[in-house]
């Protein structure tokens, strides 16, 4: 390799990767592997895998794809979680967080091993209130024991974290993005809930009302965090504060596909929201430049704009909202494996940590655009997907087993 992201920092010069049993054994400069470990030689930069944390696998990128979801066979949504897999490989995704299937599919989808693709941190069905947002997917809550027994249901699939919808979405008509859709007591009960059951609990949170009563109830996590209001977006420096000191990670899942034209009447609902590309990277930028915890996710599936695999444009659209190359990047590799769970495994290149690399052209600490230009990716050890062409017998070294 001819530089090494690790996850933190950038390294220049050539690398070695020592790899056994899937887990990375040693990280060394130079060229040369030791006697007996046979080697993968690639020109670029070699990065953790990404980890995107905010993905809905069930979507099929379609067309109305979350409304869709309540007509699909499990067989269907089983091809589809597969397929939205392999797509974010091929984008050099190792990892994704899956914020909301149809039915808790993803959760029971896990339960058959499928290797070769990513590996997947899920919430199950998201809860929400009574025709709140995505309520057709089957997370309809009334009352605190209705929330109460909804999250030890999710508990017992086995999900990794709780999603509350505290604010309506654009994409669930009658719902409103700039009001919260559970008050402050019912989301207090689902924090304690989800924390008595060893559970984290993200908010997807569009309305600055939301913002603050997710804030103050003490959720882990904020999704979207757009602080809309009726007269349009807003976050005071109090707002910054509380949210860098409460080290809640947010998720402002940024992104679209550009070759993509979002149908007229979407595009008038986000913008009476107050939902607009500037708006969405005015939020991003004070957000990070007021010192709170960021984590990179797409939203990918929800839409034709929205697609699976599309966190590399995400992250280049960070860029453009003023974030440093390198807090781009970490957002999407060590900051997101903490915050997914996945903490000493997922998101370094250190020993001990499991073998999930990207190689790409170039150097993205300096061109975040090299991410676009992925040359093969690896999980555990094993290259899982590269750009046709590449040749792979051609530095990532395995030991012989």
């Not at 974010?88 to 896990?110: N, Y």
């Not at 500037?278 to 709170?292: D, K, M, P, T, Y």
């Not at 170039?362 to 062409?389: C, F, H, K, M, N």
């Amino acid at each position: 390799m001819s530089g090494l992201f690790d996850g933190e920092r950038m390294f220049d010069g050539p690398a070695v990767v020592l790899v056994e049993d899937g887990r990375i054994a040693e990280v060394a400069s130079g060229t040369q592997a030791p006697d007996g470990w046979p080697t993968r030689r690639h020109d670029g930069t070699l990065l953790p895998g990404l980890i995107d944390a905010h993905v809905h696998l069930c979507a099929d990128s379609g067309p109305g794809a979350l409304d869709r979801l309540a007509d699909s066979s499990t067989d269907r949504l089983e091809a589809t979680i597969e397929a939205s897999l392999r797509t974010h490989l091929a984008a050099g995704v190792t990892t994704v967080r899956d914020l909301g299937d149809q039915q808790d599919a993803v959760l029971r989808w896990r339960n058959r091993p499928t290797p070769g693709l990513p590996t997947v941190v899920a919430s199950g069905t998201p809860i929400t209130s009574v025709g709140g947002h995505c309520w057709p997917l089957g997370g309809q809550v009334r009352g605190l024991t209705e929330l109460r027994e909804a999250i030890r249901r999710r508990a017992d699939l086995g999900a990794d974290v709780i999603k509350i919808m505290a604010s309506g979405g654009v994409l669930t008509p009658g719902t409103d993005t700039t009001r919260a859709q559970f008050t402050g007591e019912e989301l207090r009960e689902a924090v304690a809930e989800a924390h008595r059951l060893g559970l984290p609990i993200t908010a997807h949170a569009h309305a600055l009302e939301a913002v603050r009563l997710a804030l103050e109830a003490g959720v882990d996590g904020i999704e979207h965090c757009t602080c809309l209001t009726s007269g349009g977006v807003h976050i005071d420096d109090e707002l910054l504060i509380a949210l860098a000191e409460s080290k809640i990670a947010v998720c402002a899942t940024l992104g679209s596909d550009p070759g993509v034209m979002v149908p007229p009447e979407i595009l008038a609902v986000a913008a009476r929201a107050g939902i607009t590309e500037a708006a969405l990277q005015e939020i991003a930028s004070a957000l990070r430049a007021g010192g709170v915890r960021m984590v990179a996710g797409s939203d990918g599936g929800i839409g034709p704009a929205k697609p699976h695999g599309l966190l590399p444009l995400t992250l280049e659209e960070y860029v453009r909202s003023g974030w440093p190359v390198e807090a781009a990047l970490t957002a999407a590799t060590s900051v997101a494996a903490d915050v997914c769970g996945l903490a000493g495994r997922k998101g370094r290149i250190k020993p001990g940590h499991d073998a999930d690399f990207l190689v790409v052209r170039g150097d993205p600490t300096r061109d975040i655009s090299a991410l676009l230009e992925p040359v093969v990716t690896y999980l555990g050890g094993d290259s899982v997907w590269q750009q046709q062409g590449e040749d792979l017998d051609s530095v990532v070294a395995g030991h012989e087993q």
